[in-house]
């Protein structure tokens, strides 16, 4: 069982609402990650965070905003989203630093935008 | 960059049949090559990797990866398949300590 927990399973907003995405894992990791993924595709890197701070964002639009309060806690704010932003939102966790670090997968996030 | 393909979109094998799903790999330097699966509606699990040592990796669910250096593959094998194995398969290289290139991913039927 996925020891990443994110929060809610599923989520329908309408595009001038601002929701949240939340994240919690507690195996001690220090690099948490983002990462958004369309039907039968592999997932697509959005930003990652390392000992808390943003250590990579892969161009996201600024109406996604990621948030990381603690090691525990990473979560990614909603706001004026497209259909298009319709998705597979997953969360994920490893040790920070060292290329063969396991990274670990929540059950992620489905999000309607309507 | 590091990438991997999976040359076949779908796998299909009849429960109790050897399944294999293929994966390729290009890379500079050492590899660091992970297998991933996704159950209907659900996130993705970790199956094995390799770092190094043994060519032979074994993980989760009887799931076992063979690396062949020679012929730059990191091919997934379950001697004896179940219809719960039926599933989607991402193959991945760790581009640097953060990031993981996917492949397209395969899709697993297991047939009864």
């Known amino acids: 069982d996925t020891e990443v927990t994110q929060t809610p399973k599923h989520l329908v907003m309408g595009m001038t609402n601002k929701k949240s995405l939340k994240c919690e894992q507690h195996?001690?990791?220090?690099?948490m990650y983002w990462y958004k993924q369309k039907a039968k595709k592999p997932p697509e890197l959005m930003f990652v965070?390392?000992?808390?701070?943003?250590?990579i964002n892969e161009s996201v639009p600024s109406r996604f905003s990621p948030e990381c309060p603690n090691s525990s806690l990473l979560n990614l704010h909603l706001h004026a989203l497209q259909p298009e932003d319709s998705a597979l939102y997953l969360c994920?966790?490893?040790?920070?630093?060292?290329?063969?670090?396991?990274?670990?997968f929540g059950e992620g996030s489905w999000l309607t935008v309507v | 960059a590091q990438s991997v393909a999976q040359p076949e979109d779908q796998v299909n094998v009849a429960e109790g049949n050897p399944l294999t799903v293929k994966c390729t790999y290009s890379?500079?330097?050492?590899?660091?090559l992970f297998w991933y699966v996704q159950y209907p509606n659900r996130g993705l699990q970790f199956l094995l990797k390799?770092?190094?040592?043994?060519?032979l990796v074994k993980g989760s669910y009887g799931f076992e990866a063979e690396f062949n250096k020679s012929q730059t593959s990191f091919h997934l094998k379950k001697p004896s398949a179940l219809v719960s194995d039926s599933a989607l398969y991402f193959c991945?290289?760790?581009?640097?300590?953060?990031?993981?290139?996917f492949g397209a991913g395969t899709t697993v039927t297991v047939r009864a």
């Open positions: 994920a966790s490893s040790q920070a630093g060292g290329s063969g670090n396991t990274i670990y």
């Open positions: 195996m001690g990791h220090r690099a």
């Open positions: 965070y390392s000992y808390e701070k943003l250590s």
């Open positions: 890379v500079s330097g050492n590899p660091y």
């Open positions: 390799y770092i190094t040592g043994d060519n």
């Open positions: 991945a290289v760790r581009d640097n300590d953060y990031k993981l290139s």
